[in-house]
C-alpha cells in the first residue's frame, strides 16, 4: 500500500474508533437523562442531552478540519545531504540549524558544513549542543567530553568524570541553565550550563538509566530505567543542588525512553510497543492516557511545542497531537525501511531528524 494511502487509512480507522466510543457514550448519557427527565417530570435534561450531543458533532467536525490542515502542510522528502557515517549512529541532537550525529565517529552539520568532532574506538551513545556552540558527547568511555571550536576545528577543552559504566543520556534544561548526564551505572548528575560546574549527583533507585529528560518549569528530573519511572524534585542551595525522589512507578519494563512536555504537564514514557503519558501533578501523578499504534519496541519518545514523536522497531515514526479536547492521537505515520533508534526535532518544528541502526541520517521535513 502506498504511504500516503496507509496514512490516511490509519488515521481514518483512529477517527472510527473514536466515533464508535462517543456514540456509546451518547447513548448511555442519553438513556440516563431521559431516566432523569421521567422522575423530574421535566424536559429540561432532555435538552441537556441535545447540547451534549451537539460538542460531540463539533469535536468531530475539528477533528475533520484539523486533519486536513495537516494532511496540506505534510511533506515528506528523504534526504542523504548529510555526512553518511562508516559505522552505525547511535544518536542524533538538534540545535537551530545544527545537527550533532553520534557513532564510533561524531559528526556536526551546520547547513552545507560538516565538522568532525571525534573518532573513537569505541561508540558514543549521546551528545548535546550548547548555546555556546560547544558539544558535549559520551558512550563506552565513561566520561563526557567537551569540544569547543578553534579555527574551523573542534578540539576538546576538558572532560566530565565520575562514572562507572557507559553514558547513556545528556540532556539540556528548558530553561538551558542545567544539564543532566545519566549513565548506565543509574548515576544521575547535574552541571551548571554556562561553566560546566558540578552542582550534584545521585543514584536511581530503580537501576540503569536509559533516558532523562527536565520538566517545562525546571523543577523536575524524570529518568526512564531498567525497571520504570523515577522522578526527582530539584532542589538548589547556592552553589550545590540536590535532588528529592518525589515519584517513583515500577512498570516492570525497560523504559527506554522518557520526555517531558514543552507546554501542560505530560511525561511521555515507552513501554514495549505503547506509549504510557502521565499527567506529572505530584500528588496525582497517574497514567493520563495510553498511545498505541506502533506494532513493535518504541524505542524513543520526543515532544515539539504541540505535537509528540514516536520512533519504533516496527520502522514508522507516529507524529500524535493533542488537538482533540485533550485526547492525544496520531494524525501522521512515516513510514521508513528500518528500525528508528532515535530522534531529533528542530527547535522551529519544520524538521525531523531519525537514524535507523545505519549509518545514514534519515530526514523528513513537515
Known amino acids: 500500500m502506498m504511504p500516503i494511502l496507509q496514512r490516511k487509512r490509519d488515521y481514518f480507522y483512529q477517527i472510527k474508533q473514536l466515533i464508535v466510543n462517543m456514540l456509546e457514550n451518547i447513548t448511555q448519557s442519553f438513556e440516563s437523562l431521559c431516566r432523569v427527565a421521567d422522575d423530574q417530570q421535566s424536559l429540561k435534561p432532555i435538552d441537556n442531552a441535545i447540547r451534549f450531543m451537539d460538542q460531540y458533532y463539533d469535536c468531530i467536525q475539528f477533528v475533520k478540519q484539523d486533519y486536513i490542515t495537516k494532511e496540506i502542510h505534510f511533506k515528506l522528502k528523504q534526504n542523504t545531504k548529510y555526512h553518511k557515517h562508516s559505522s552505525d549512529i547511535n544518536h542524533l541532537s538538534a540545535s537551530q ?63 566530565l568524570k565520575g562514572f562507572t559504566r557507559a553514558i547513556s543520556s545528556i540532556v539540556i534544561s528548558q530553561n538551558q541553565q542545567y544539564i543532566g548526564i545519566s549513565s548506565f551505572d543509574g548515576k544521575i548528575t547535574l552541571y551548571h550550563t554556562h561553566n560546566l560546574i558540578k552542582l550534584g549527583s545521585w543514584i536511581n533507585v530503580l537501576g540503569s538509566v536509559y533516558s532523562i529528560s527536565f520538566s517545562v518549569d525546571n523543577q523536575y528530573i524524570a529518568a526512564g530505567s531498567k ?106 505515520v512515516i513510514y521508513l525501511n528500518c528500525c528508528i533508534n532515535s530522534i531529533a526535532l528542530n527547535p522551529q518544528q519544520t524538521d525531523l531528524y531519525c537514524d535507523c541502526f545505519d549509518s545514514i541520517i534519515h530526514y523528513n521535513q513537515i
Open 227 to 332: 525497571n520504570g519511572i523515577a522522578i526527582w524534585e530539584i532542589k538548589n542551595d547556592n552553589n550545590t543542588s540536590s535532588a528529592e525522589l518525589s515519584q517513583s512507578v515500577n512498570t516492570k519494563k525497560k523504559v527506554r525512553s522518557i520526555a517531558f512536555s514543552f507546554k501542560q504537564k505530560f511525561l511521555a514514557a515507552t513501554h514495549k510497543n505503547d506509549i504510557l503519558l502521565y499527567h506529572y501533578y505530584i500528588d496525582d501523578f497517574k497514567i493520563y492516557q495510553r498511545l498505541h499504534h506502533h506494532n513493535d519496541i518504541v524505542n524513543c519518545v520526543s515532544f515539539g511545542q504541540d505535537i509528540l514523536i514516536s520512533g519504533s522497531d516496527d520502522s514508522t515514526l507516529c507524529l500524535w497531537s493533542s488537538s482533540i479536547k485533550g485526547y492525544w492521537m496520531c494524525y501522521q
Open 97 to 159: 540549524d545544527q545537527i550533532l550525529s553520534c557513532g564510533q565517529e561524531v559528526y556536526l552539520h551546520q547547513n552545507s558544513k560538516c565538522y568532525a568532532i571525534s573518532n573513537s574506538k569505541l561508540p558514543i551513545y549521546t551528545g548535546l549542543i550548547l548555546p555556546d556552540g560547544k558539544v558535549l558527547i559520551g558512550g563506552e568511555e565513561k566520561i563526557v567530553k567537551v569540544y569547543q571550536q578553534f579555527n574551523n576545528q573542534y578540539k576538546e577543552i576538558t572532560q
